[in-house]
């Protein structure tokens, strides 16, 4: 089993930046991929990006440009640097994993494969 902690959210103006943070707990070993989903107020989840265990990134196009994804293995935490904020990136941000590297290329479209998930940290972009 995994568990999955999330930090780092809060409320900033549109043009400023957050970095979000996820620490993983458990048979980290087995995980192949680790990605951020978000769910705006009354939209779907989306995916936003992801990061495979050689280092692969993949992300939305909404976010292309302004957020970065990485990890530090030596601490078993997933980073989301987030800059360049806008008030549609308001919404509660969630930590993902899965042990099968394939599904991360897909996690754009897809959460399919994603078998861990946090509760999620708030982000809040006013204008």
């Known amino acids: 089993q995994v568990q999955l902690v999330e930090s780092g959210g809060g409320s900033v103006q549109a043009g400023g930046s957050l970095r979000l943070s996820c620490t993983a707990f458990?048979?980290?070993?087995?995980?192949?991929?680790m990605a951020w989903f978000r769910q705006a107020p009354g939209k779907e989840r989306e995916g936003v990006a992801s990061?495979?265990?050689?280092?692969?990134?993949t992300y939305a196009d909404a976010v292309k440009g302004r957020f970065t994804i990485s990890q530090d293995n030596a601490k078993d935490t997933l980073y989301l640097q987030m800059n360049s904020l806008k008030p549609e990136d308001t919404a509660m941000y969630y930590c993902?994993?899965?042990?099968?590297?394939?599904?991360?290329?897909?996690?754009?479209?897809?959460?399919?494969?994603?078998?861990?998930w946090g509760e999620g940290t708030l982000v809040t972009i006013s204008s």
């Open positions: 993902a994993a899965g042990g099968i590297k394939k599904y991360c290329a897909s996690v754009a479209t897809s959460a399919y494969g994603m078998d861990y």
């Open positions: 458990g048979y980290t070993y087995t995980l192949y991929c």
């Open positions: 990061i495979d265990i050689d280092g692969t990134t």
